[in-house]
């Protein structure tokens, strides 16, 4: 660009300067929170964000406070560039914060400053209606391959889901007598839905999983008694395991904003050698109407010597 009010010409801009042409007046952002939808439960931190709309020009700064209105530090956060849409730009911000904290309600303040405005944002977690079903247990036994370690041991989960309280300890027995060493429990976790989960893990030798000694998860608290016996023929027929897992994988924020989509993969695991594939069918369902979404199923992917796993997307 040059300067013809004057008798001499000078640039304005250097070399590499972006210029956008547009119809568009300018306009100040509008801000959106973004709210994880994974539970990553066993994690520490937990990734929120916020999105702004419909600013023209494209100079947009993000800085995030907690509710004490001080700032969570430069290195918490993070800009992604800025997105040209229909005559104005869209970005997005992400932070990293405490699981504790945002599981006990604790607000956090997105703030989007722009030559047009500043715009605030509240982003918190959301309590939603109270649907807690009865409690559950689960039991996830050992796969036999796990027990190739020099040690010759393994690890039994037990799972308790939808509890009304946290308040809940958990017990286990090996042939009726209790088991005092060798066991690891969680603290309650929130499950975003008003209740409560709480897993508990005991160490078992090989000798004992192969010689099909009974054990049993017991848990007991205020209004609540659930108990499950188990050994290996409760997992295992023709010598394979056969308690096949089920994980999905929520997308990554920096993958929907990069793509503009949500890619939500179902991992299917444990799954034996000899199991037939193509009499496997792996489904996504839309909640809000029970509509059947486009699914995408990988070749069977080798899960040590014995087992596979898929991923349906």
């Known amino acids: 660009a ?12 250097g070399k590499g300067t972006q210029v956008t042409v547009t119809t568009e007046s300018p306009k100040a952002p509008s801000l ?24 023209l020009p494209n100079s947009i700064d993000f800085s995030w406070d907690n ?61 939603g209606e109270s649907s807690i079903s009865e409690p559950t247990m689960l039991i996830r036994a050992p796969i036999l391959n796990a027990f190739s370690s020099i040690y010759l041991n393994s690890t039994v989960t037990c799972e308790v889901s939808d509890l009304c309280s946290g308040n809940v300890v958990i017990h286990w027995l090996k042939e009726k007598r209790e088991i005092t060493t ?21 160490v078992i030798t090989k000798e004992d999983w ?28 023709g010598g394979n395991c056969l308690d096949v897992t089920v994980e999905t994988i929520p997308p990554a924020f920096a993958d929907m904003f990069t793509t503009k989509s949500a890619n939500l993969t179902c991992k299917i695991s444990n799954i034996p050698l000899e199991a037939d594939y ?17 699914t995408v199923m990988t070749n069977s992917l080798a899960q040590g010597t014995d087992f596979y796993y898929v991923n349906a997307v």
């Open 32 to 55: 959106f929170p973004l709210i994880p939808s994974g539970d990553n439960s066993e994690t520490i931190d937990i990734t929120i964000g916020c999105l702004a709309k419909n600013f």
């Open 67 to 127: 509710q004490q209105n001080q700032s969570i530090g430069n290195q918490n956060y993070m800009k992604f560039p800025s997105i040209l849409l229909g005559g104005t730009y869209t970005a997005v911000s992400q932070a990293k914060v405490l699981r504790t904290t945002w599981d006990q309600f604790g607000l956090f303040y997105c703030k989007a400053t722009h030559p047009q405005g500043t715009k605030i944002v509240p982003v918190i977690r959301q309590s």
């Open 182 to 202: 060798g066991i690891t429990t969680s603290k309650p976790i929130p499950n975003g839905h008003g209740g409560y989960t709480i897993w508990s893990k005991v």
């Open 278 to 294: 193509s009499k496997l069918n792996v489904t996504w369902t839309r909640a809000s109407d029970q509509k059947e979404l486009p």
């Open 2 to 13: 040059r300067d013809r009010g004057t008798l001499n010409w000078f640039d304005y801009w």
């Open 210 to 237: 192969f010689s099909e000694k009974k054990f049993t998860c017991e848990a007991k608290g205020k209004n609540i008694a659930l108990s499950e016996t188990f050994s290996l023929p409760s997992f295992c027929k």
